[in-house]
């Protein structure tokens, strides 16, 4: 028996390994081989190790061989055949000689290079000498121009080896498509204003080839160069010679109709607009024709004059606006409300008409205001300004004026602005309150006592200052004593003459109101909301959560927050949470997903109190989503690994939400696939009104909400506030800039500027141009200017980095000294700061530049990244989340002769969602510091990290940098740009040594490889841990290196020899690695 069963198992064996070397399909006839399609033909790989490059691999010759880079699976070797071939079989061979091994790899084609299909499931080969080292894969013919080997494992070598890489096929090439548009038509074919239109091509396949079946025949439509829908539903293989017609079925705003607008226009359709196949022709998929939409019958509301009694008011008159309203349509339409505003704010508006107003006919509505604050006012009447009406043009519903409105003799005492020293405290320091009063009356008069308030109740004083301040002049106040801070967020009051010794024109006037931040001295960022994570909230209607547990990224769970979010797949699926405190601010970070050509698709969310429904959130995906196939990301799909897949949107709810509400969203309205991380919700304080001695931009064209580009109105309100010595006020309300927003020039910098808006939640500065160098804000101060600007949000339509090239900062160039920017929001830059001047030999660099109680999210590139001699700046008390490089980093580049950076600061900063590289990044300088700071969740990079790659000055005369209190938290990576790992702190002497650094008082938890990193031969000396809390290693379970051989994550890990660390009360808990250490032998470490 027992012979029996060996020699049955020995023909088992021999079947298995039979079936290993050719897939086991049903036979295939073929007609006669080509010659090999593949020999010398255009061969990439994605590594090389050493000399083994990729076109040894079909030269030919098999005693020469490309192989892949250790550890750095998965290895691709793809071959371009040069044109679509119908292939059938790959033959692979070693060298004859060498000793048995297994390999594991796919087989895979493209006709495109971008798209690949599984032509061969991964499976695992032996190539054994007795039968040459070869072997040989059969398949069923198939239209290939790209043919890829995608290995993830070789028992004989740490990367994928292949001597000979050949394909073939039958006799008989399948040729080459080549697609063009010869017709385009629309539906309807006679257009009016506002209709729905619908457009088809007709494309001709007149190449030598068929296109391949189950690739998109896709086509763009484009009015007058804009992209309004495309078709991407057909996929039939069209013969040469053939013709089909698509019609659109998609668009970048989720709709496949576009809206017509009167006039004639160019209409394009651009055949296989993403390059989804190789042709032969690739210049010729164009296809235009002109298109006449004739203007449907509309009445077009405007305002011809607007009046006001009396015409110059002083302060407490009633004044009494007249507005001429006159229909220059050609159809009736109702008038509907007519708002009056002063400074963007409506301080009036007329009942809702919907009586019809015939063709040129006219009307005149009123409405009244009882005149504030001393100076120059910009009002503003609008039609229908609740859009009861269709009209043919709906941007020039709006009239202009300007009103100066004067002081009544006598008295008036205001203050202006309230300030405190230290700048930023946290809780239990002591704070110094100071106030500037200004007299804007006629006469002089004495200021009196100065209350300052906290909340309500008044905490210190001024003394009482008697001194006569003459008409138009200020003076500056200081409290007496001191307020022993608390934690949190705080409303801040300043009162002049609260003991009412100066009789004043005016008595209702005296108190300004800030908002102030006061840090816990814990890690992180002090911020005013409240967030509810996903994880935590009730789910129902088919709402899936999603999770990431070992940091998959192939997972958006990834990229969410603790790696989980809420998936809200069909009609009625929710989540919700119930809210602990109020506020009527809900910001949203989501998820959705991308379209074909990287231009995202538009979608929205309910939002539901309670039960009842509030708001519809619109969303789209057209910010979100990179591709990496390598270190520089791509905006369209590509195969690549993808990043960057949630964003945010944030809104202000009517009726603040109150503690123990329930707040919902839910999908309700289309097709799409919706994913929520959390919200959060915050208390929303009054908006700022414009403050004295300032200019408004409404005063100079601007106007808010109307679509137009207030460029032009900006820069006139700087010029002039520059010249005056005045504050630049950018009222309420969504203000469209084209262009870069340039303050100051190069040949006349400022010497002094403050610009502030009426606060984050109110005022919305929108850069509308998504070309490079077309958006962002440009400072142009000088080497001594100081600039303070604040209380806005800020968002661009970019949506490219352009290969490194976006020149689209939100904030650049010459900062000056002592310049503050805070309390602002920005997203969807390529940064958020860029502190560098390249305008100048040598470099002017910012000094003493403060940047806090700032968001800085949803950036391409560096959340702030302080360049070219930065020096005693800081970093302090911001929420930077979700940005695509470093989240705050320091680079001392010497470009343009700028000097070393020195003394620079990130405090108290809450960095999250950071992708790509490091959430806090050194590479070199002297004196700086990095404490108090909370980092969590990075993707694809560290939490800390140091290299001296870049160039410019590195480390060479750093006397001293300390990261101390700091939190890192699910960070580090295996799978960084380069398929590599980083440590969750990362250390890299690239090329010339890193030296002098502490880490002190850090925990390290979770971390997704190694906790600590030390890498290349650059040296390290001078390095030292202290108090330093490991809890948690290797949970991605990732064993593959770049730089060692496998293994699990450790506590401290070095691929150099050379340098040294010491650590100083280490502890370290569940690290996954056994030991926890993996040392390089000759670099030292020291343990105390």
């Given at each position: 028996m027992k012979k029996s069963y060996k020699k049955y198992t020995t023909f088992i064996l021999v079947l298995a390994f039979m079936l290993t070397q050719v897939i086991a399909f049903a036979p295939i006839v073929h007609a006669a081989d080509t010659a090999n399609l593949a020999l010398n033909k255009a061969i990439t790989t994605s590594s090389v190790q050493q000399s083994y490059v990729a076109t040894n691999a079909n030269d030919g010759n098999v005693n020469t061989y490309w192989e892949g880079a250790p550890g750095t699976y998965p290895n691709t070797l793809t071959v371009d055949l040069g044109s679509a071939q119908s292939i059938n079989k790959v033959v692979l061979k070693l060298n004859p000689t060498w000793g048995v091994r297994t390999q594991t790899f796919s087989l895979l084609s493209s006709t495109n290079n971008s798209s690949y299909s599984t032509l061969v499931a991964s499976n695992t080969y032996t190539f054994n000498p007795s039968s040459s080292n070869t072997v040989i894969i059969t398949f069923t013919e198939t239209s290939a121009r790209y043919v890829r080997l995608n290995f993830t494992a070789n028992s004989g070598a740490t990367g994928g080896q292949i001597a000979e890489f050949e394909a073939y096929g039958s006799s008989t090439s399948v040729g080459?498509?080549?697609?063009?548009?010869?017709?385009?038509?629309?539906?309807?074919?006679s257009l009016l204003t506002g209709n729905s239109v619908t457009f088809s091509a007709t494309i001709k396949n007149q190449g030598t080839g068929a296109t391949p079946a189950g690739v998109i025949n896709g086509v763009s439509f484009f009015v007058d160069d804009t992209q309004v829908s495309w078709s991407d539903n057909n996929s039939s293989s069209i013969a040469p010679g053939a013709s089909i017609t698509v019609t659109a079925n998609?668009?970048?705003?989720?709709?496949?109709?576009?809206?017509?607008?009167?006039?004639n226009h160019n209409i394009t359709a651009w055949v296989d607009d993403v390059n989804r196949m190789s042709e032969l022709n690739e210049n010729n998929n164009k296809y235009s024709e002109s298109l006449e939409v004739t203007n449907s019958p509309m009445a077009d509301l405007v305002v011809t004059n607007l009046t006001c009694t009396p015409n110059s008011p002083v302060i407490g008159d009633t004044v009494n606006f007249t507005a001429t309203i006159k229909n220059q349509g050609n159809a009736a339409g109702a008038p509907g409300i007519v708002s009056f505003k002063v400074d963007g704010t409506q301080i009036s508006a007329s009942a809702n008409d919907t009586t019809s107003l015939a063709v040129g006919a006219t009307k005149t509505v009123t409405g009244t205001w009882s005149a504030s604050g001393v100076g120059s006012h910009s009002v503003t009447a609008t039609v229908d300004n609740s859009n009861i009406t269709t009209e043919g043009n709906e941007a020039n519903n709006t009239y202009n004026l300007n009103l100066s409105v004067n002081p009544k003799s006598g008295i008036d005492l205001v203050v202006t602005d309230i300030t405190w020293s230290p700048s930023y405290v946290t809780a239990g320091s002591p704070v110094t309150f100071s106030a500037t009063v200004k007299n804007q009356g006629t006469i002089?008069?004495?200021?009196?006592?100065?209350?300052?308030?906290?909340d309500g109740t008044q905490v210190v004083a001024s003394s009482n200052s008697t001194a006569s301040l003459t008409a138009g002049s200020t003076l500056t106040l200081t409290a007496t004593g001191t307020w022993a801070t608390t934690s949190g967020a705080h409303s801040i009051s300043a009162t002049v003459d609260n003991n009412n010794t100066t009789t004043e024109t005016d008595e209702t006037n005296n108190t300004y109101n800030v908002n102030m931040s006061v840090g816990n001295g814990d890690r992180g960022a002090t911020v005013p909301y409240t967030r509810y994570e996903s994880e935590d909230a009730t789910i129902g209607g088919g709402a899936q959560l999603k999770s990431a547990p070992t940091f998959d990224y192939s997972l958006t769970a990834s990229e969410a927050s603790n790696q989980k979010y809420v998936e809200l797949p069909s009609n009625g699926s929710y989540v919700q949470w119930t809210v602990s405190k109020s506020g009527a601010g809900v910001n949203i970070r989501f998820t959705m997903p991308d379209s074909s050509d990287g231009m995202g698709l538009k979608g929205s969310l309910d939002c539901y109190v309670n039960g009842a429904k509030v708001q519809t959130i619109d969303l789209t995906s057209y910010y979100s989503y990179q591709y990496f196939q390598g270190d520089q990301p791509g905006d369209a799909p590509n195969g690549g690994q993808v990043a960057f897949r949630f964003d945010e949107k944030h809104f202000l709810l009517s009726t603040p939400l109150k503690a123990g509400d329930i707040l919902k969203i839910q999908k309700?309205?289309?097709?799409?696939?919706?994913?929520v991380d959390f919200v959060e919700v915050e208390s929303v304080p009054s908006a700022i009104s414009q403050p004295a001695n300032s200019l408004s931009v409404t005063s100079y064209g601007a106007t808010a909400n109307d679509g137009t580009d207030d460029l032009a109105a900006f820069n006139a309100c700087v010029s002039a506030a520059a010249s005056q010595g005045k504050t630049v006020y950018i009222p309420a309300g969504t203000f469209n800039l084209n262009n870069m927003w340039v303050i100051g020039s190069v040949s006349s910098p400022l010497s002094s500027m403050t610009i502030t808006g009426a606060g984050m939640w109110y005022t919305n500065i929108q850069f509308t141009n998504s070309n490079s160098a077309s958006g962002g804000?440009?400072?142009?101060?000088?080497?001594?200017?100081?600039?303070?600007?604040?209380?806005?949000?800020?968002?661009?339509?970019?949506?490219?980095?352009?290969?490194?090239?976006?020149?689209?900062k939100c904030f650049m160039?010459?900062?000056?000294?002592?310049?503050?920017?805070?309390?602002?929001?920005?997203?969807?830059?390529?940064?958020?700061?860029?502190?560098?001047?390249?305008?100048?030999?040598?470099?002017?660099?910012?000094?003493?530049?403060?940047?806090?109680?700032?968001?800085?999210?949803?950036?391409?590139a560096d959340g702030v990244n302080f360049c070219q001699g930065t020096k005693n700046s800081t970093v302090r008390n911001c929420s930077v989340r979700n940005n695509g490089d470093d989240g705050l980093a320091m680079w001392p580049d010497s470009t343009m002769g700028a000097p070393m950076e020195v003394n620079n600061s990130f405090l108290y900063n809450t960095i999250e969602n950071n992708w790509r590289a490091a959430a806090i990044a050194i590479f070199g300088g002297s004196g700086h510091q990095a404490r108090y700071n909370y980092i969590k969740d990075s993707f694809m990079g560290s939490g800390i990290r140091l290299n001296t790659v870049f160039p410019g000055y590195h480390f060479e005369n750093n006397t001293g940098i300390t990261f101390s209190d700091t939190a890192i938290i699910n960070c580090g990576t295996s799978k960084d740009c380069y398929n590599g790992e980083r440590g969750a702190i990362d250390l890299e002497a690239s090329n010339t040594g890193i030296k002098n650094i502490t880490f002190e008082n850090i925990d390290i938890i979770n971390t997704q490889r190694d906790a600590i990193q030390f890498g290349y031969p650059g040296g390290f000396s001078g390095i030292v841990f202290k108090n330093i809390t490991i809890d948690g290693t290797g949970k991605d379970g990732i064993t593959t290196s770049r730089f060692s051989s496998p293994h699990l994550g450790t506590a401290i890990y070095t691929y150099t020899s050379n340098g040294s660390a010491t650590f100083n009360n280490l502890v370290t808990r569940n690290i996954t690695a056994n030991p926890p250490y993996l040392i390089m032998n000759g670099f030292v470490t020291t343990f105390n």
């Open positions: 080459t498509p080549d697609l063009v548009v010869t017709d385009i038509s629309w539906n309807p074919e998609g668009g970048p705003s989720g709709s496949s109709t576009w809206a017509a607008t009167a006039g002089a008069g004495a200021a009196g006592v100065v209350s300052f308030k906290v309700s309205g289309d097709g799409l696939v919706y994913g804000i440009s400072l142009r101060m000088a080497a001594t200017g100081n600039l303070d600007f604040s209380n806005v949000y800020i968002n661009s339509n970019l949506r490219s980095r352009y290969g490194q090239n976006a020149i689209y160039d010459n900062f000056g000294t002592n310049s503050r920017i805070h309390d602002f929001w920005e997203e969807h830059f390529e940064c958020g700061f860029w502190v560098g001047d390249y305008a100048h030999t040598p470099a002017i660099p910012a000094d003493g530049l403060v940047i806090e109680n700032g968001r800085i999210r949803n950036n391409l």
